[in-house]
């Protein structure tokens, strides 16, 4: 048995008897019980599942214009990029500061989740008639339209990416990236021959700074070219 006199000095007592631990039905990542949902094929509760989708909304922004992933600087081209950035951040602290002492076993959730999926199949209506539709392909010799549907999905999901832009944000974003890049040149250009190592240095700043513009614009078109075909 241990008792304080046993433990070493400093150890807090009240935090070991408090330590959060993962039990069946609560979120996998913070212990919490409220609003509890599959999110990726885990129980996640409401609040992990918001911040979690704040970064994937983050992800798919740059993804989508191609620029640098998320994480490690909120150094961005303007300023919607740097909201995504700076929430993902934000979204990042917080689930890093909720997380479980110690996450539990994936074999250990998969086994909790089997009683209540086994329940949500038996309960859900249509079930037979499901299972017989499926099973009666497996009887018949001329089926042999079925296998063309999973070519139909890859195609609607190859074109997908390309439905998500947003044209007319798209075209907003151009702008203002090329009024960006009208003002580095004319600081350029009123730098001329840097004479001293600072105006060196800030001229090498701003030709980075063109370079990532000129980058994103080519990365723009290419998501333009994409959504008007």
Not at 46 to 58: H, K, L, N
Not at 190 to 195: H, L, Q, R, V, Y
């Amino acid at each position: 048995m241990i008792d304080a006199q046993t433990l070493s000095p400093g150890t807090d007592i009240h935090a070991i008897r408090n330590i959060r631990r993962w039990t069946p039905g609560d979120c996998v990542w913070c212990g919490d019980n409220r609003s509890v949902e599959m999110f990726r094929n885990e129980p996640r509760c409401g609040t992990c599942r918001e911040q979690e989708s704040i970064i994937d909304e983050a992800r798919k922004f740059v993804g989508m214009y191609g620029l640098r992933p998320i994480g490690g600087t909120l150094q961005a081209d303007d300023d919607e990029e740097y909201e995504h950035r700076l929430g993902a951040r934000d979204a990042r602290r917080a689930l890093n500061e909720t997380r479980l002492d110690e996450l539990p076993d994936p074999a250990a959730v998969r086994k909790a989740l089997r009683p209540r999926a086994a329940t949500v199949v038996a309960e859900s209506p249509g079930a037979a008639a499901s299972n017989g539709e499926a099973a009666a392909p497996k009887s018949r010799s001329g089926a042999t339209s079925r296998p063309a549907a999973p070519r139909q999905q890859s195609r609607s999901a190859a074109s997908s990416p390309a439905e998500s832009v947003d044209v007319k944000a798209l075209e907003t974003r151009v702008a203002g990236l090329l009024d960006q890049l009208g003002s580095i040149d004319a600081e350029t250009a009123k730098i001329g021959e840097p004479a001293g190592l600072a105006a060196r240095a800030r001229l090498s700043d701003l030709t980075k700074q063109r370079a990532t513009v000129l980058r994103t614009l080519a990365a723009l078109e290419k998501a333009r070219i994409a959504a008007s075909n």
